[in-house]
C-alpha cells in the first residue's frame, strides 16, 4: 500500500477540502502523490468494486503532457497501479478506463471549453502554475466537477507566483502540503541534487524550482512576477526582424561571468505604439573563452536567419568586432557603447513589459530569475547581470532605437 512508505507530502490532508494543492521542487514526488489520489478515488477494496469516484478529468499543460507524465510516465497512473487494477488507456478518445468501470478523461489548458459539457466527481490539474490562461481553464474545471457527494481536485505544481495560485491557496476549501525536491532523494540521482544545487545556490530560482516557494517581488523590482508570468502567456506576433545582443564577458574561467547572449525578434508594422516584441532564446555562455562565446554568438545569428548581431563595446572595444569576424567575417555587426549606468538603459526596456509589449518564449528561467533581481537600487543578485544586459540591448536596438529612427529618419544626401 502507498500509504505505508508515501512521504507526508504525498498524502492527502484529512477533513472536508475541496482542492488538495501538493506544492513542491522538481522531482519532489508530486506526481505519485497525485497518481495515487486518483487511484485511491476510483478503486474499492476488490479489483471490480467501485471506488468513491467514478469519472475523473486529468488536465495538463497539453495533451502530450497528460499522456506522458500523468498517464503513462514513470510514476504515473499506469506505472503505479498493479496488474489486476491497471486501467486500459484509450488514446483515441483520451480515455483511462479501469476493470471496475471507472474512468477518466485527459484535457489540455490549452483548450479550457473542452471542459464545457463533461462532469467529474474528481479532477487531478497537473503544473496549474505553468498553463496558459490558468484563470479560465480552472473555471471551466470548477463547474465540471459537480458530480457525486463531494467532488474533489488534486492540484500537483512546481509554485509561480501567479494570481491564480494565491487565490487557490488562501480559499478556505483548500489544504496544501509542500516539500522540497532533496525529500525525495531516494529516488534522485545523487548527481541531479549535487549539479543543480551547486549551480543554483543561493538563488531564487532555486528557491522556487528546488525548495518550491512561492516568489514574492523584491522592493522596487524593475520586472515583478506578475510581469513575466505575462509575458510567458503573451501571445508571438509575426516577426519581421530579428536580431542576436551580446554582452561579453570581461574574463573567461570557471569563476567568470558569463558572456550573455539573446535572441529577440519585433514585429515592427505600424506606428511604434503598435510594435511587440518576442524573446526567443538565451543563449548565453560561461567559462568558454573569447573565442568560445563569439563561435556561440554567431551560430545563434545563423541559426535563427537574424539580420544583425549587436554587441557591447565598452570592455573589448575593437577585439569584440574582431572576434566575432573571425568566426564570421561577413556577419552584420553592429558595436554598442554605454554611456548610461545599466538601471538607467533597463528602465525603458521594463516599461515595454509592463504595457505588455514584449513575450518570452519557454526555458528562459535563468534571464527571468536575472530579471526579478533587478530593482530601483541596482541589481540584487550575485555577480553581473550579463543575461539582462543582453536582453536590455537587443529590444534597445529592436524597439527603442527602431522607434527613435522612426520618429527622426536621418535625411540622407544624394
Keep these: 500500500m502507498f500509504e505505508f512508505w508515501a512521504l507526508p507530502h504525498q498524502l492527502p490532508p484529512l477533513g472536508e477540502w ?68 491497471r486501467p486500459l488507456w484509450k488514446a483515441s478518445e483520451r480515455k483511462l478506463i479501469w476493470p471496475n468501470g471507472a474512468e477518466a478523461q485527459a484535457f489540455s489548458a490549452h483548450d479550457p471549453d473542452g471542459l464545457r459539457g463533461p462532469q467529474f466527481d474528481a479532477a487531478w490539474a497537473d503544473e496549474l502554475a505553468k498553463w496558459p490562461d490558468p484563470e479560465a ?12 457527494q463531494h467532488p474533489q481536485c488534486c492540484v500537483t505544481t ?15 476549501s483548500t489544504v496544501s502540503t509542500h516539500a522540497r525536491t532533496e525529500a525525495n532523494r531516494a529516488n534522485l540521482a545523487p548527481s541531479f541534487l549535487t549539479e543543480v544545487r551547486e549551480r543554483y545556490a ?4 532555486a528557491q522556487q524550482e528546488l525548495d518550491g516557494v512561492i516568489l ?22 509575426p516577426l519581421n526582424r530579428v536580431i542576436v545582443a551580446v554582452d561579453p564577458a570581461v574574463s573567461s574561467g570557471p569563476g567568470a561571468d558569463a558572456c550573455g547572449i539573446i535572441v529577440a525578434g519585433a514585429q515592427l508594422t505600424g506606428k511604434p505604439a503598435t510594435w511587440r516584441a518576442h524573446v526567443l ?13 563569439a563561435q556561440a ?28 569576424r573571425q568566426v564570421d567575417p561577413m556577419v552584420p555587426y553592429k558595436g554598442v557603447h554605454a554611456s548610461r549606468g545599466k538601471l538607467a538603459r533597463a528602465e525603458p526596456i521594463a516599461a515595454l513589459y509592463e504595457q505588455g509589449r514584449v513575450s518570452h518564449a519557454a526555458g528562459l528561467d535563468v534571464l527571468e530569475e536575472q530579471m526579478a533581481l533587478m530593482t530601483l537600487q541596482g541589481y540584487q543578485g550575485q555577480g553581473s547581470p550579463d ?28
Design 137 to 148: 481553464t480552472w473555471d471551466m474545471l470548477q463547474f465540471a466537477l459537480r458530480l457525486g
Design 387 to 414: 543575461r539582462v544586459d543582453a536582453l536590455v540591448w537587443a529590444l534597445h536596438e529592436l524597439m527603442v532605437a527602431a522607434a527613435g529612427e522612426y520618429r527622426h529618419p536621418r535625411i540622407r544626401v544624394l
Design 281 to 293: 532564446e538565451d543563449c548565453s555562455v560561461q567559462g568558454v573563452g573569447p573565442l568560445g562565446w
Design 202 to 205: 543561493g538563488s531564487r530560482l
Design 158 to 172: 512546481t509554485p509561480r507566483n501567479i494570481p491564480l495560485l494565491r487565490k487557490l491557496l488562501a480559499a478556505e
Design 18 to 85: 475541496r482542492s488538495w494543492v501538493v506544492l513542491g521542487g522538481r522531482g519532489a514526488g508530486k506526481t505519485r502523490a497525485g497518481a495515487e489520489w486518483v487511484r485511491r478515488q476510483v478503486e474499492g477494496a476488490k479489483p471490480l468494486d467501485r471506488g468513491v469516484a467514478g469519472r475523473v478529468a486529468l488536465l495538463g499543460e497539453t495533451f502530450d503532457q497528460v499522456r506522458d507524465v500523468m498517464v503513462q510516465g514513470d510514476s504515473g497512473i499506469l506505472g503505479c497501479s498493479p496488474p489486476d487494477r
Design 297 to 324: 554568438a554567431v551560430a545563434a545569428f545563423e541559426r535563427h536567419g537574424a539580420e544583425r548581431l549587436v554587441a557591447e563595446v565598452n570592455q573589448g572595444g575593437q577585439l569584440v568586432e574582431e572576434l566575432i
Design 216 to 237: 514574492t517581488d523584491l522592493d522596487g523590482a524593475l520586472w515583478t512576477g506578475e510581469m513575466l508570468e505575462q509575458a510567458r502567456l503573451a501571445p508571438v506576433p
